[in-house]
C-alpha cells in the first residue's frame, strides 16, 4: 500500500483551510483516507469565535478516528457522528444555526474487511464538490462527485444572500457543517477491493489541472499523481494559475490531493 497526501494554502500567510489523512488501522488488513475543503465564508459575521480552520481539523480528526476504529459503522453514520461531536465542542460558545458556521466539503474513502464483505470492499463517500477518483485494475479512471453545487445557476452564486438561501436546504446543496443529518445526502457507494487499483482525492482547488486550465481529463490527472507525486500536481495548477490573464474566484485557492493506491 502507498500512500502520498500533498497540500498548500492558496495565500502565503493565510491558513489552509483544507485537511486530509490517511489511516492504517493497527490490526488487521485496509485503510481510509479523508479530505475536507473548508468553505471560505464571505465577509462579515459566521455566528463562530473559531474559525474554518479549527472546525477542519476537529471534524477531519473526528472522522479519521472513527474511519480506524468503527468498521461496524457505515460512512454516513460515520460522517454524522463526526459532525454531532464537531458540533458539540463549540456549541456553548458559537451559534451554530447561523447559514455560514463553519463548513467543509468532504472525501471519505475506506478498504478492507467489513461485516457482510466478503474479499474486501472499497467504500467511498462524497459530500459537495470536492472529488474522488477511483482506478480500477484496468486503468480506467470514474470520478465519483456530489455535483448539485454545479447545478446553481451562476446568477446565483453572485449573489451571497441567494447563495445561502441554497446552502444545507432542499433543491440546494449540502455541505458538512452542525446538522448530523446532512449526511445522508452525500455521495455514497462500494466496489470490490479486487477492482480497484488506486484512489485519488482532490479538493476543487487541486482539480483545477482538469476542470479549469484542462490540462488533461482525470485519468491524466491520476497518472501525473503517480509518476510525478501529489506535490507535483499542486505546483502546475500555482503555474497555471499564475500565469492565466483572468481566474475565475480566487486567484489562488488552498489546494489539497490524497493517494493511495492499494
Not at 456530489?146 to 446565483?156: I, K, Q, S, T, Y
Not at 485519488?200 to 490540462?215: C, S, Y
Not at 501529489?230 to 499564475?242: D, N
Amino acid at each position: 500500500m502507498r500512500f502520498e497526501l500533498a497540500t498548500a494554502p492558496g495565500t502565503a500567510g493565510r491558513p489552509n483551510e483544507d485537511w486530509t489523512s490517511t489511516i492504517t488501522p493497527a490490526a488487521g488488513e485496509g485503510g481510509a483516507l479523508v479530505l475536507l475543503d473548508g468553505v471560505t465564508p464571505p465577509a462579515g459575521p459566521d455566528g463562530c469565535v473559531h474559525g474554518v480552520p479549527w472546525f477542519t481539523a476537529r471534524l477531519g480528526g473526528a472522522l479519521a478516528e472513527l474511519c480506524g476504529s468503527r468498521r461496524d459503522l457505515s460512512l454516513t453514520e460515520i460522517l454524522a457522528s463526526a459532525i454531532a461531536t464537531t458540533a458539540a465542542k463549540h456549541r456553548d460558545t458559537c451559534d451554530l444555526s447561523h447559514v455560514r458556521t463553519p463548513q467543509a466539503t468532504v472525501v471519505l474513502a475506506r478498504w478492507g474487511e467489513g461485516p457482510g464483505s466478503a474479499g474486501g470492499t472499497v467504500e467511498h463517500l462524497v459530500l459537495s464538490d470536492s472529488t474522488l477518483l477511483r482506478e480500477d485494475r484496468g486503468g480506467r479512471v470514474t470520478a465519483l462527485v456530489d455535483d448539485r453545487l454545479d447545478h446553481v445557476p451562476a446568477e446565483v452564486k453572485r449573489s451571497v444572500a441567494a447563495t445561502d438561501a441554497l446552502r444545507n436546504a432542499e433543491g440546494g446543496f449540502f455541505t458538512a457543517a452542525a446538522d448530523p443529518s446532512v449526511a445522508v445526502r452525500a455521495v455514497t457507494g462500494s466496489t470490490p477491493a479486487a477492482e480497484v487499483r488506486s484512489l485519488l482525492a482532490l479538493t476543487d482547488g487541486a482539480a483545477r489541472w482538469v476542470e479549469m486550465f484542462g490540462e488533461g481529463g482525470w485519468a491524466e490527472c491520476l497518472a501525473l499523481v503517480r509518476e510525478h507525486g501529489a506535490r507535483e500536481l499542486i505546483t502546475r495548477v500555482r503555474a497555471l494559475e499564475s500565469a492565466a490573464e483572468h481566474v475565475r474566484g480566487k486567484r489562488h485557492d488552498d489546494a489539497t490531493a490524497a493517494f493511495a493506491e492499494l
